[in-house]
């Protein structure tokens, strides 16, 4: 399993863009990137999945360069409830079925 | 998305007792549901994974005699926590994926206190 590191912590402003980088040197040809985001006391929540390029939803983009080395995730305007941990991981097509998560990156957004 | 339901949401316990927790998926089938631990400030740690009528594969470290999984249909999967102690305090989270939507999709999380 691709092992992902990321910052540990982020701080943002509201309106602003933020963008969060994942590092998965050891990264498989048949593994893709997916990011969830998780609150306090739920259960992550799926965010967006790509394999290469870019991706883009109606809430993040998805950033992955040519050698798929890395990845960075688009936050587009964020606001106060953004505040979140956001996990990177990288494994088999279907998220988080086998992929291991690693320590995420704690984003506190500011008023 | 797909929705995935845990109940309960959480529950208190003495030590000694045991606790069982449900996971459903309600609008697909799960062929796969894994279940997760979650102390306080640290990140997701996989405990089990099991597939409709199967038993389930745990992971390195975790008792398989302790931590109860049965999958006894497509959409629920429990989890059973033996004689709990004080240190199986922690939130667990189940998640499960179908054949078709292909992405995981998770509960909201059990948070068990056993005192």
């Known amino acids: 399993l691709a092992k992902t590191t990321q910052p540990i912590s982020m701080d943002s402003y509201e309106g602003q863009e933020v963008n969060i980088t994942c590092s998965h040197n050891?990264?498989?040809?048949?593994?893709?990137i997916t990011w969830y985001q998780q609150f306090p006391s739920q259960g992550p929540r799926f965010i967006i999945q790509g394999y290469k390029t870019k991706v883009t939803n109606e809430v993040a983009s998805l950033f992955i360069p040519a050698d798929r080395k890395s990845s960075t995730l688009s936050l587009p305007r964020v606001s106060l409830s953004d505040t979140a941990v956001y996990y990177c991981l990288v494994g088999i097509p279907w998220g988080a079925g086998k992929s291991t998560f690693g320590d995420g990156t704690t984003l506190t957004v500011k008023p | 998305g797909a929705v995935v339901s845990q109940h309960p949401s959480w529950v208190i316990c003495k030590s000694g007792t045991s606790v069982k927790i449900e996971c459903r998926s309600l609008?697909?089938?799960?062929?796969?549901m894994f279940w997760y631990r979650q102390f306080p400030k640290q990140s997701l740690m996989l405990m089990a994974t099991?597939?409709?009528?199967?038993?389930?594969?745990?992971e390195q470290g975790v008792e398989k005699d302790k931590f109860l999984i049965n999958h006894a249909s497509l959409t629920l999967s429990t989890l059973t926590v033996t004689s709990a102690h004080p240190e199986d305090s922690s939130f667990y989270i189940c998640s499960a994926r179908g054949t078709e939507p292909t992405e995981a999709f998770f509960g909201q999380g059990t948070r068990l206190t056993v005192v």
């Open positions: 099991s597939n409709e009528g199967s038993k389930a594969t745990y």
């Open positions: 609008d697909f089938q799960a062929t796969t």
């Open positions: 050891n990264i498989a040809t048949n593994d893709y």
